[in-house]
T-cell receptor, first 114, second 113 residues
Framework: DTGVSQDPRHKITKRGQNVTFRCDPI?????LYWYRQTLGQGPEFLTY????????KSRLLSDRFSAERPKGSFSTLEIQRTEQGDSAMYLC????????????FGPGTRLLVL | SQQGEEDPQALSIQEGENATMNCSYK?????LQWYRQNSGRGLVHLIL?????REKHSGRLRVTLDTSKKSSSLLITASRAADTASYFC?????????????FGTGTRLQVTL
């Protein structure tokens, strides 16, 4: 396994701009998760996919946020009209169908909104 | 919202000493997991303990779980400088979206030579 990868690793944007992050899970992992982590805090759950179906969204995921996993493989997380409060590390994780309790995390995308 | 709370928030020890971190949570759980995060990086899974287990070992790690007190502890024995990181407990609930993990606020461990 090559591990979970995320792109980009860092993103600086101006307030009001749209940004999109990509996550490639470990191959054959059917579950994919997005979390957000702010400085000094633990990760907070944003959303969860099983294959291509988005099964849960946190209330943290406002209508400016949208996530997709169209073919059940990679996923994208888009933030529209970014705000300074969106500055955080966005973490992606995946887990397999069997023994899926352990989640394997990517390196994260650090977003800074100016 | 954060369910777990780790204690202490920060811990500084010398290499070779043991480090103990505690985690408290609020709801009934299916399992509790500990993850490590090096500065500015992703999380690495360390160990999982199920709600019907009381203690588990993995190498230099020892985890205990007390469901009556809704608390867990992580012991790292014979610490090394490479253990310097933040440690998070994460719980998986019994109901709702079973796969969702709820993380605590973390303990920042510094191991000095």
């Amino acid at each position: 396994d090559t591990g979970v990868s995320q792109d980009p690793r860092h993103k600086i944007t101006k307030r009001g701009q749209n940004v999109t992050f990509r996550c490639d899970p470990i191959s054959e992992h059917n579950r994919l998760y997005w979390y957000r982590q702010t400085l000094g805090q633990g990760p907070e759950f944003l959303t969860y996919f099983q294959n291509e179906a988005q099964l849960e969204k946190s209330r943290l995921l406002s209508d400016r946020f949208s996530a997709e996993r169209p073919k059940g493989s990679f996923s994208t997380l888009e933030i529209q009209r970014t705000e300074q409060g969106d500055s955080a590390m966005y973490l992606c994780a995946s887990s397999p169908r069997q023994g899926g309790e352990t989640q394997y995390f990517g390196p994260g995308t650090r977003l800074l909104v100016l | 919202s954060q369910q777990g709370e780790e204690d202490p928030q920060a811990l500084s020890i010398q290499e070779g000493e043991n480090a103990t971190m505690n985690c408290s949570y609020k709801t009934s759980i299916n399992n509790l997991q500990w993850y490590r995060q090096n500065s500015g990086r992703g999380l690495v899974h360390l160990i999982l303990i199920r709600s019907n287990e009381r203690e588990k070992h993995s190498g230099r790690l020892r985890v205990t779980l007390d469901t009556s007190k809704k608390s867990s502890s992580l012991l790292i024995t014979a610490s090394r400088a490479a253990d310097t990181a933040s440690y998070f407990c994460a719980t998986r609930r019994n109901t709702g979206t079973a796969s969702k993990l709820t993380f605590g606020t973390g303990t920042r461990l510094q191991v000095t030579l």
